[in-house]
């Protein structure tokens, strides 16, 4: 299947510093990813919708200005999550989607503990 | 409201036997569904992807079912393993869009 890989896999930031994740699709172009926020023991919460050449998407209640996404190539987004708090401490998972299937395929995450 | 509701008790079989696994969902028109694997600390595994006009799939010892009457899917996992236990993900796609939506996982656990 598709490799959808994360840099870093996990992160340790002190409250008020920015820190930022890479999602990069390893063997196929992605038009379309996706940034998605799970807290333990809970489901998958899409936070919003990465689009290769334009503004992201984002759902309602995430706050653009906070959770800053840029997806400057075809298989390239990041995840830049400024001022963080200790209430981002969470996983932070990528995924995009196979062109032609449209499988859609999620890297490994990345932990964010924010002290 | 809409929903997608998968087993909340975890799941607990001997290995040999089939894991069958449930995904109920309302206020839905999916246009797909997937399944995925997720071990703890890591991201979901796609495991299968099953259309609005088909009614099974098959991939080694996994089958999936999808009725879209009873609005309702069930994944087999035939043979278990012990290397099979992990949390097991619902998803849907409506035609709206490409995001997916989630089920809250079961939990599988097979023991020898």
């Known amino acids: 299947g598709a490799v959808v890989s994360q840099h870093p896999s996990w992160v340790i930031c002190k409250s008020g510093t920015s820190v930022k994740i890479e999602c990069r699709s390893l063997?196929?172009?992605?038009?379309?990813m996706f940034w998605y926020r799970q807290f333990p023991k809970q489901s998958l919460m899409l936070m919003a919708t990465?689009?290769?050449?334009?503004?992201?998407?984002?759902e309602q209640g995430v706050e653009k200005d906070k959770f800053l996404i840029n997806h400057a190539s075809l298989t390239l987004s990041t995840l830049t999550v400024t001022s963080a708090h200790p209430e981002d401490s969470s996983f932070y998972i990528c995924?995009?989607?196979?062109?032609?299937?449209?499988?859609?395929?999620f890297g490994p995450g990345t932990r964010l503990t924010v002290t | 409201s809409q929903k997608i509701e998968q087993n909340s008790e975890a799941l607990n079989i001997q290995e040999g036997k089939t894991a069958t696994l449930t995904c109920n969902y309302t206020?839905?028109?999916?246009?797909?569904l997937q399944w995925y694997r997720q071990d703890p600390g890591r991201g979901p595994v796609f495991l299968l992807l099953?259309?609005?006009?088909?009614k099974e799939k098959r991939k080694e010892r996994l089958k999936v079912t999808f009725d879209t009457t009873l609005k309702q899917s069930l994944f087999h996992i035939t043979a278990s393993q012990p290397a099979d236990s992990a949390t097991y993900l619902c998803?849907?796609?409506?035609?709206?869009?490409?995001?997916?939506?989630f089920g809250k996982g079961t939990s599988l656990l097979v023991t020898p």
């Open positions: 995924s995009a989607i196979t062109p032609v299937s449209y499988e859609q395929y």
């Open positions: 063997d196929f172009q992605a038009t379309t």
């Open positions: 990465s689009n290769e050449g334009s503004k992201a998407t984002y």
């Open positions: 206020n839905y028109s999916p246009a797909y």
């Open positions: 099953i259309r609005e006009n088909e």
């Open positions: 998803a849907l796609r409506e035609n709206s869009g490409y995001a997916l939506n």
